[in-house]
């Protein structure tokens, strides 16, 4: 999978692009991720990107120039068609089933934002999938697109040691369970047992155990984001 990031701040990637998983996965020809510097496709002699809003208000916004003509010659760098994700507040919020949908994709293309945000034609132009990591406001999309990366990193094939793994995690297979209990050594700590289930060495009943206290946690993961989410219209 190739993975390319249009950023203002490419150097915030490097470390994380090295390390762990992701370090050995491009080692291993399994993902190729670059980044390009929106900042490259300036005209002017500032090199400026962004500029105040028309109508007023704080802020900047950067200018669609760079970033259309970023996109659009990282597009053509490469013949394998692209799928554009502009990382937004106001995007669809990432829930697993997307990752999923991302990591069959055999190239994205992520926009990280800055200053306020995008001038709108941005948007008009490119006809992006606007994608949010939840409803909170981060200073630029980079954190964000690491997000969606590492994420999706974990769902293709030989990156993970053992493929089993993300198949059993939270929010996986067609339940979207999150994940039960689980323990390691030591057998006692601080009082506290491992369940003598899981020191049995009898998968059926570990199994229909696991599969229980998933169910349960599930339920009170529902259970309180229900009685904690604030609804976006009971501002009075
Ligand atoms: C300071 S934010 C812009 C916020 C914008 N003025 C608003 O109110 O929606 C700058 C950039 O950070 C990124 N960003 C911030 N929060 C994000 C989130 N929750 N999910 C994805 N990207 C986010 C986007 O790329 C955005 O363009």
Redesign the pocket.
């Known amino acids: 999978m190739r993975i390319d990031i249009l950023t203002l701040f490419p150097e915030v990637f490097s470390g994380f692009l090295q390390g762990s998983l992701l370090g050995a996965a491009h080692c291993s020809g399994l993902i190729d991720i670059r980044t390009t510097n929106i900042r490259d496709f300036s005209t002017g002699t500032h090199h400026q990107v962004d500029d105040r809003p028309y109508g007023g208000g704080p ?1 900047m916004l ?1 200018m669609p120039g760079p970033v259309v003509e970023g996109v659009e010659f990282v597009k053509s760098s490469d013949p394998m068609p692209s799928h554009v994700v ?6 669809r919020r990432l829930e697993q089933s997307m990752v999923e949908e991302f990591s069959k994709k055999p190239r994205l293309l992520l ?8 001038d709108d034609r941005v948007r008009e132009i490119l006809q992006p999938d606007e ?11 980079e954190v ?1 697109a690491m997000v969606l990366i590492e994420a999706i990193a974990r769902l293709l094939p030989g990156v993970l040691g053992d493929p089993t793994s993300a198949l059993n995690d939270s929010f996986s297979g067609d339940e979207r369970l999150v994940e039960g209990a689980q323990y390691t050594r030591p057998r006692e700590f601080r009082g506290l047992k491992v369940p003598d289930v899981l020191l049995s060495g009898d998968h059926g009943t570990i199994a229909k155990w696991r599969l229980e206290q998933s169910v349960q946690a599930t339920r009170r993961r529902t259970h309180t984001l229900t009685n904690t989410t604030p609804s976006a219209t009971s501002r009075s």
């Open positions: 802020g950067l502009m990382l937004s507040p106001s995007g926009l990280c934002g800055r200053y306020e945000g995008f994608v949010s990591i939840g409803d909170y406001v981060l200073s630029g999309g964000a």
